[in-house]
């Protein structure tokens, strides 16, 4: 807002990134139109934004465990430690885990991401059981475990479906209050995420299955 109203002022502003441009005197009406107007572009941008780059995690997700170069658990546990760091920086969180079933027996396998607050992974990873339904809680204490005075400890999970079978849970896990209740967007994002990544993980399985038959 200015009382510069020639072009070449207009257009210096629009220059420095402007939304927008709006010479004194003013109406307070077109202000506040003018301010919901530029709101609701932003809100689309960032939308349009987050889209995007779920769209692009999800392809890095097909390119890289579908690869030829990831012919084996090892070789995919290792293909899946960036691509987990990837998921905490899209949902803001701090470590993202994922927890394998092994078809036919009780134990699961857990793939962590490779960057955490203060270089290592919470205590609690270990006490965490398989969960087959998306939820988000805070995470357990581990027995004489005192209160972190950074804060509890929250896990937001999604399970790994394909078709009946269970393939493992995908957890993120952040400091911070336990969200209030109703609809969680970042949970529906997490298990979209999930469902893709159980899907190229079977795909993987099958491809590896057709290699070696070769």
């Known amino acids: 807002m200015t009382a510069r109203t020639e072009e070449e002022d207009l257009l210096k502003g629009f220059e420095a990134l402007a939304n927008d ?18 709101l609701r572009t932003k809100s689309l941008l960032d939308t349009l934004g987050a889209r995007t780059r779920f769209l692009e995690l999800q392809q890095e ?19 899946l430690g960036p691509i987990l760091d990837r998921i905490a920086q899209l949902f803001g969180a701090d470590g ?3 927890h394998f079933r092994r078809p036919g027996r009780p134990e699961t396998r857990t793939t962590l991401s490779p960057t955490w607050p203060g270089g290592a992974p919470p205590s609690y990873l270990a006490a965490l059981a398989l969960s087959e339904d998306p939820r988000v809680e805070k995470a357990p204490r581990l027995p004489g475990e005192g209160r972190d005075p950074a804060g509890d ?3 937001v ?22 969200p209030a209740a ?6 529906e994002h997490l298990v979209a995420l999930a469902g893709h990544l159980a899907r190229t993980l079977h795909r993987a399985d099958l491809i590896q299955t057709l290699r070696g038959n070769r």
Not at 63 to 76: G, I, P, Q, V
Not at 157 to 178: D, F, K, M, N, Y
Not at 182 to 187: H, I
Request: no cysteine; hydrophobic share 40%; net charge negative.
């Open 96 to 98: 993202v885990t994922l």
């Open 153 to 155: 400890w929250i896990v």
């Open 61 to 79: 997700i097909t390119d890289k465990l579908e690869a030829e170069e990831a012919d084996t658990e090892e070789k995919r546990a290792t293909a």
């Open 157 to 178: 999970a999604a399970p790994l479906w394909v078709g009946q079978e269970l393939l493992g849970t995908l957890r993120i896990h952040r400091h911070s209050s336990l």
């Open 182 to 187: 109703g609809d969680s967007t970042e949970l």
């Open 21 to 38: 441009y709006l010479t004194k005197p003013f109406s307070a009406r077109e202000l506040k139109a003018r301010t919901k107007n530029a």
